[in-house]
């Protein structure tokens, strides 16, 4: 329950964050360093992630379990009382720290209380987590600022974050402290490494220019040196195994990530709907994906390999009909439907991706390894929608993005039939 109502909350302060945003920076005259809040935060998630993974392997998940709530809490109270946007920065770098932190410890935690039968629903309720969050974060966070102040965004959410860390103390107390043998060492450097190429990708993404191609270009080659030594070997050429099931994340979530992040653009720019409507595809999306996960985690006995392989197979029509709404001449409205069998598709890969991880990984190194497995995740997202946002400064613009999107939404769609190939090869315990 402690560790639910942790992810609950980093889900409401992401969906909450992006709507107190525009009032925020303009209180604290920050404009010119509008998507700086959003890096940080992403920058510090990479490294704690790497690094909580590495703790977790050496000590068990307890300390990074309630480390990580507790470095979240403080990000969140050096946010709330913020009067300049430097320490605003300072206080999203320690939400990162934290959120990164403690997603780590709780796979650890699930892999180390439940066995393989009882992780299904686990998983399922960690995305069912997000729904609500998903439904009434950003609306319930527009309110919080038009009432009683941006500020309360984050300050509202600590006296729960605070409850969730007292009930998560006596859990890690009650987990092992030291993890057997010795896991892989993910190198310090390595994870500095990482956080700066997706940082790089990422303002890139954020700010096309000739300019941003060539820097952007050194952040992939940085990324890509780091990535060799964070990520299990044979990860790029999906070799079966424990290494295809993290390129399979890196797929999956790239090619998903490409449709969100440009779904509601579509929905405004080319359809016409309102920024209110625009982001409901979104909401349809969450609740395909937490109704697939609660389906399921009621049947534990399913073929994983089988049911991610389903998974890309839905999310690559996901985006064929994401291709045909990009265009004028195509029902908007469609996009709810491809919302709903896109999210159904995350909802039943995600889950059998984690049970595979944990399945095929030593237990000294499942922390490297879910960590390598979030990191292949955000990395291919910040490729996929930077490549969408040079694609739409190269084809088309933001008024009009159809050619943009329809060349976007083809190589997305070509990503997750490949992750169909790719997961056709049965992952063997090694």
Same mark, same amino acid.
């Given at each position: ?41 992403? %920058?510090?998630? %990479?490294?704690?992630? #790497? ?10 998940? !307890? ?29 999203? #770098? ?7 932190? #403690? ?30 969050? $998903? ?10 600022? /038009? ?10 959410? &600590?006296?729960?974050?605070?409850? =969730?860390? &007292?009930?998560?103390?006596?859990? =890690? ?23 700066? !190429? ?6 890139? @993404? ?19 040196? $780091? ?8 990860? %790029?050429? @999906? ?20 449709? /969100? ?30 109704? @697939? ?19 890309? !197979?839905? %999310?690559?029509?996901?985006? &064929? ?18 919302? #709903? ?22 237990? =000294? ?6 960590? @390598? ?24 613009? =933001? ?32």
């Amino acid at each position: 329950m402690a560790s639910l109502l942790v992810v609950t909350l980093i889900a409401f302060e992401s969906m909450g964050v992006a709507t107190a945003m525009p009032t925020l920076v303009a209180d604290l005259h920050g404009q010119s360093l509008y998507s700086w809040p959003f890096t940080a935060f992403l %920058v510090a998630s %990479v490294v704690a992630t #790497v690094l909580s993974g590495r703790i977790c392997d050496r000590r068990g998940p !307890g300390l990074s379990l309630v480390a990580g709530p507790a470095i979240f809490v403080a990000g969140l109270v050096l946010c709330g009382f913020a009067q300049n946007m430097f320490v605003l920065l300072a206080g999203r #770098v320690l939400q990162g720290l934290g959120s990164g932190t #403690v997603i780590v410890a709780i796979y650890l935690m699930i892999a180390l209380v439940y066995d393989d039968r009882e992780r299904p629903a686990m998983f399922a309720a960690n995305a069912a987590a997000w729904v609500v969050p $998903a439904m009434v974060g950003p609306s319930l966070a527009g309110l919080v600022t /038009e009432t009683v102040g941006w500020r309360w965004v984050f300050l509202g959410l &600590v006296p729960p974050a605070l409850l =969730a860390l &007292v009930m998560l103390i006596p859990l =890690a107390r009650r987990l092992r402290t030291e993890a057997p043998g010795e896991g892989r060492r993910a190198g310090v450097w390595a994870a500095v490494g990482a956080a700066v !190429g997706v940082a790089v990708l990422t303002w890139a @993404a954020q700010h096309p220019s000739p300019a941003a191609l060539a820097y952007g270009a050194g952040g992939l080659i940085v990324l890509a040196w $780091a990535l060799r030594t964070l990520l299990p070997p044979g990860t %790029v050429t @999906a070799r079966p195994g424990l290494p295809t099931v993290v390129a399979a994340r890196g797929l999956l979530g790239g090619a998903f990530a490409g449709m /969100e992040a440009f779904l509601p653009l579509t929905m405004s720019a080319v359809h016409g709907y309102s920024p209110a409507l625009a982001g409901l595809p979104l909401t349809v999306c969450a609740l395909g994906w937490s109704a @697939a996960a609660g389906v399921q985690g009621r049947h534990p006995d399913w073929s994983r390999e089988v049911a991610l392989r389903l998974g890309f !197979g839905l %999310v690559a029509v996901a985006l &064929v009909i994401f291709a045909f709404v990009s265009q004028p001449w195509f029902p908007g409205w469609l996009a709810f439907l491809g919302g #709903v069998i896109g999210g159904a598709g995350m909802g039943t890969a995600y889950p059998s991706l984690s049970l595979l991880l944990l399945r095929f990984s030593p237990e =000294a190194e499942r922390g490297f390894n879910t960590s @390598a497995m979030q990191l292949s995740d955000w990395v291919s997202s910040a490729v996929t929608v930077g490549l969408g946002g040079v694609l739409l400064a190269l084809l088309a613009s =933001a008024e009009h993005p159809s050619p943009a999107l329809a060349a976007l939404a083809v190589l997305l769609t070509v990503i997750a039939l490949l992750g169909v190939f790719v997961t056709r090869r049965w992952p063997t315990r090694e």
